[in-house]
């Protein structure tokens, strides 16, 4: 079963239990375990658990994305799992479902991010996010995708909310201040993120085909990586030539204004790699990449 079929194995309470298991020395009984995740209170001197389903859930979600075994009696971190902050979970959950193999049923997390990148890239635009709404996004995306979970659909409107907080826990997305409007699927923080885990020379100029292949190898569901491509096969939808999808363009431009990197075009255009047209930004093309030593944080 997905993660995503877990409905209450929440990234901080995934997190949780990770940290506590860690601070118990990486094993625990069931019932220890149990009262971690959720310890009730007592009202009129009777003990409640409201949601009995939390530590299930939590625990199924754990196992699922392999960093907890369990059984009846005791839950215990996977053997050599050392996680300090919930950044490093971040970065080893997306490892971890960035290499899964097509038909696991943890893929379609990053399989539907990669379709959310080729739809914006066959639409010209992100929009139709917004407009498609909650549930007939989460149709769109279950017809667009691959393989069954166990109620048979890889999503639904119950998954898709799952989806997108898994997405904003691993820097995919953004949620927006309005009540019941889908989080803004940007992979900004990601990215950045990334940049920070990639041998890369700082303060250089670097080639844009360079930059964008190496986080393609890293980030497959955006423009050019084997998860996009997939999405593109699947949808039978060819991108345009060295022209980057809205998704990945407005990821990039935000990290350009805010000095992550920059992106540096030359006076001859030849060959440039073009972002989606924004005729509100400066950059339309760059040719060269710069990452800025202040740039890079962990």
Not at 89 to 109: I, P
Not at 134 to 140: V, Y
Not at 166 to 177: A, I, K, N, Q, S
Request: some cysteine; aromatic content about 8%.
């Amino acid at each position: 079963m997905s993660v995503l079929a877990r409905p209450q194995g929440l990234p901080d309470r995934v997190w949780s239990l990770v940290a506590g298991l860690s601070a118990l020395g990486g094993r625990t009984d069931r019932a220890t375990f149990e009262a971690l995740i959720n310890p009730g209170f007592t009202r009129d001197n009777v003990f409640i658990q409201t949601k009995t389903e939390l530590a299930r859930d939590t625990l199924g979600a754990a196992s699922s994305l392999g960093l907890v075994d369990y059984d009846r009696n005791e839950a215990a971190l996977k053997e050599g799992l050392e996680l300090a902050s919930a950044d490093d979970l971040a970065d080893y959950l997306h490892d971890h479902l960035s290499n899964l193999a097509s038909g696991d049923t943890n893929a379609v997390m990053f399989e539907a991010y990669a379709w959310v990148a080729a739809e914006s890239d066959r639409q010209g635009d992100l929009g139709w996010i917004y407009d498609w709404g909650r549930d007939e996004f989460a149709d769109k995306a279950n017809q667009a995708l691959v393989g069954e979970d166990e109620d048979g659909h890889p999503m639904n409107q119950y998954k898709a909310v799952a989806w997108r907080r898994w997405l904003h826990f691993m820097g995919l997305g953004v949620p927006l201040p309005i009540a019941g409007t889908p989080d803004f699927p940007s992979p900004a923080a990601r990215i950045s993120r990334e940049l920070a885990r990639m041998d890369l020379p700082s303060d250089q100029e670097i080639p844009a085909g360079t930059f964008l292949a190496g986080l393609a190898e890293r980030m497959p569901y955006l423009d050019g990586g084997r998860l996009f491509l997939q999405a593109c096969q699947r949808m039978q939808h060819n991108p345009r030539p060295n022209t980057l999808s809205p998704l990945y363009s407005a990821a990039l431009r935000d990290l350009h204004d805010n000095g992550t990197l920059v992106l540096r075009p030359r006076g001859d255009a030849s060959g440039a790699t073009k972002l989606t047209e924004d005729d509100s930004h400066l950059i339309q093309t760059f040719n060269l990449v710069i990452v800025p030593t202040a740039g890079v944080t962990e």
